[in-house]
């Protein structure tokens, strides 16, 4: 055998390892299913309308809906966008007893300037190391993915977004909210 062979069989032996890894890797993130209690927890974040709180977990939220948006990372075009949607919608979600949380690992100080400069009142948590975004199946180191769940008052998840387009998506939300309430 000459060395070009060897060293032809050893990158592809190298490429089905990586391959093999990478499908480990992936199946790690699994997205929760439907109907199923959603991961729980704990996370440092800031609220402009409650500035003295500063750790958010999924029991915040019980007796409420929940719509809970991961996201990449603030004032990125596609983010702002999604984020100003949800806040122009945040009337008709709380009428319909839901609070709106978005997550990135965006530290605090950003989330604050964030809120600030595009006028959010809801809230926004950090996640730092990605720890929630993967039980959520919304984790691709180093940024969340643009996935949203909406989780009913018992802390289930009643629907899922994955992937979605930030201009159209809050009112997708909505739409599907009032849907599942009104079964």
């Not at 919608?89 to 007893?97: A, V």
Request: glycine share 4%; proline share 4%; aromatic share 12%.
């Amino acid at each position: 055998m000459n060395i070009r062979n060897v060293i032809k069989k050893l990158l592809i032996t190298l490429t089905v390892i990586i391959t093999i890894y990478i499908q480990s890797a992936q199946a790690l993130t699994s997205i929760p299913p439907i109907n199923e209690k959603a991961p729980s927890f704990e996370l440092y974040g800031f609220s402009p309308l409650n500035k003295n709180k500063e750790n958010w977990s999924l029991l915040d939220f019980k007796n409420k809906w929940l719509v809970l948006y991961f996201y990449p990372k603030d004032f990125t075009v596609g983010c702002t966008l999604e984020a100003k949607s949800f806040q122009s919608l945040s009337n008709e979600f709380e009428l319909r007893n839901t609070k709106i949380v978005g997550i990135s690992n965006d530290n605090g100080e950003s989330h604050k300037s964030f809120c600030a400069s595009e006028k959010l009142s809801y809230i926004l948590l950090t996640d730092f190391d990605g720890k929630t975004s993967s039980d959520y199946g919304s984790w691709n180191a180093p940024f969340s993915k643009r996935n949203t769940f909406l989780i009913d008052p018992h802390g289930i998840i009643k629907y899922k977004w994955i992937g979605v387009n930030p201009i159209r998506h809050a009112n997708d939300v909505l739409s599907k909210l009032k849907q599942i309430q009104e079964e």
